[in-house]
């Protein structure tokens, strides 16, 4: 069983297409979990005629804090499949995106593809999202600079289950840089160079997508430790409770 989980927030204005773009893809035993972080637009209108015409669209609320770390915590606690794949509310996904992860899932538990980048017209801005950004492979190349999007990234479900709970402060470790951690840490990865989103950028995107350089020195020096400590206190808290099993 396959589960998309998305988060969503004031996204009337794209969140159809996005829906779309998802619903051809998944199977009927399949789900669409969907996270609203408290919308004053017509985005929970939009879900609610989806939910009521398809059996696989389900929407929560989330009714913790309003970050959108919580926001995709809420979805992914909500979910039941095996696989699981974050979502978010203005991305277009490519028509083959579920069946390529599927066929690499055979072999590794966490995989992260490369994206097209598009304006809020669907224009073409950037044919790689990885040559823009220049990601690095490797744990420690990640703790320096996280370079993966999350609407890029699905995993078994031993990857979340192993990565919770997520580190508190939500400034300082978004969901898809832990769970590409954990998953690097106790999982095989996979780094796929197909083009398998339509990453929309657009004046109201909740994050940069680390496509902007926003953050002060001394905050890149705190993130970093921050990560570094809950990393290896996560880590030796889990070795811990293999060992007195």
């Given at each position: 069983?396959?589960?998309?989980?998305m988060a969503t927030y004031?996204?009337?204005?794209?969140?159809?297409?996005?829906?779309?773009?998802?619903?051809?893809?998944?199977?009927?035993?399949?789900?669409?979990?969907?996270?609203?972080?408290?919308?004053?637009?017509?985005?929970?209108?939009?879900?609610?005629?989806?939910?009521?015409?398809?059996?696989?669209?389900?929407?929560?609320?989330?009714?913790?804090?309003?970050?959108?770390?919580w926001n995709f915590e809420?979805?992914?606690?909500?979910?039941?499949?095996?696989?699981?794949?974050?979502?978010?509310?203005?991305?277009?996904?490519?028509?083959?995106?579920?069946?390529?992860?599927?066929?690499?899932?055979?072999?590794?538990?966490?995989?992260?593809?490369?994206?097209?980048?598009?304006?809020?017209?669907?224009?073409?801005?950037?044919?790689?999202?990885?040559?823009?950004?220049?990601?690095?492979?490797?744990?420690?190349?990640?703790?320096?600079?996280?370079?993966?999007?999350?609407?890029?990234?699905?995993?078994?479900?031993?990857?979340?289950?192993?990565?919770?709970?997520?580190?508190?402060?939500?400034?300082?470790?978004?969901?898809?840089?832990?769970?590409?951690?954990?998953?690097?840490?106790?999982?095989?990865?996979?780094?796929?160079?197909?083009?398998?989103?339509?990453?929309?950028?657009?004046?109201?995107?909740?994050?940069?997508?680390?496509?902007?350089?926003?953050?002060?020195?001394?905050?890149?020096?705190?993130?970093?430790?921050?990560?570094?400590?809950?990393?290896?206190?996560?880590?030796?808290?889990?070795?811990?409770?293999?060992?007195?099993?």
């Open positions: 069983m396959i589960s998309v989980c004031n996204g009337e204005k794209y969140i159809r297409e996005q829906i779309d773009s998802i619903l051809c893809q998944i199977r009927a035993n399949d789900e669409l979990v969907i996270s609203d972080d408290g919308s004053n637009d017509d985005t929970i209108e939009i879900i609610k005629e989806y939910e009521k015409k398809d059996s696989r669209v389900k929407l929560f609320h989330n009714t913790g804090e309003h970050k959108t770390i809420n979805a992914l606690q909500n979910s039941k499949g095996k696989y699981i794949f974050l979502a978010d509310q203005d991305d277009i996904w490519c028509q083959n995106k579920i069946e390529t992860y599927l066929r690499y899932f055979n072999d590794y538990d966490i995989i992260v593809s490369d994206a097209k980048l598009i304006d809020e017209r669907g224009n073409l801005i950037n044919d790689s999202f990885f040559s823009f950004r220049k990601p690095r492979k490797t744990i420690l190349g990640n703790l320096l600079k996280f370079g993966y999007l999350g609407c890029c990234m699905a995993f078994k479900r031993e990857v979340f289950e192993r990565a919770l709970p997520f580190p508190s402060n939500s400034c300082l470790c978004t969901h898809d840089n832990w769970l590409f951690l954990i998953g690097c840490c106790y999982f095989k990865y996979k780094i796929l160079e197909e083009k398998l989103l339509l990453y929309r950028r657009h004046a109201d995107n909740v994050s940069t997508g680390g496509l902007q350089n926003t953050t002060s020195f001394l905050f890149k020096i705190h993130y970093r430790l921050y990560l570094f400590f809950h990393l290896i206190t996560h880590i030796q808290f889990n070795e811990r409770s293999f060992y007195t099993e």
